[in-house]
Nanobody
Framework: QVQLVESGGGLVQPGGSLRLSCAASGNRLSIYFMGWFRQAPGKQRELVATLTSSGSTNYADSVKGRFTISRDNAENTVDLQMNSLKPEDTAVYYC??????????WGPGTQVTVSS
């Protein structure tokens, strides 16, 4: 089974940047899909960015050009660089991975607040 731990959330002013990181651990990890999702108060969880093992990326229209997803295969980590942050980016951000043999997992979430 895969376990996930996120870090890097916090409070930032509009226009600022944050970098989220997610570390995956477990036995026989062979991750083929990694992604970041977010959930704002009163809203459904939504896709932010995803990255497959082949290097294919997908971004929500609202974050294209501002956010970048990347992974370190050796460390089993996935990062989300967030630039030009807006108040509407405020949400709890969740890491999600899918593996070949260890199932899927969600992190506990990390709060990102964009406010002046």
């Amino acid at each position: 089974q895969v376990q996930l731990v996120e870090s890097g959330g916090g409070l930032v002013q509009p226009g600022g940047s944050l970098r989220l990181s997610c570390a995956a651990s477990g036995n026989r990890l062979s991750i083929y899909f990694m992604g970041w999702f977010r959930q704002a108060p009163g809203k459904q969880r939504e896709l932010v960015a995803t990255l497959t093992s082949s290097g294919s990326t997908n971004y929500a229209d609202s974050v294209k050009g501002r956010f970048t997803i990347s992974r370190d295969n050796a460390e089993n980590t996935v990062d989300l660089q967030m630039n030009s942050l807006k108040p509407e980016d405020t949400a709890v951000y969740y890491c999600h991975v899918r593996t070949v043999a260890a199932g899927t997992g969600w992190g506990p979430g990390t709060q990102v607040t964009v406010s002046s």
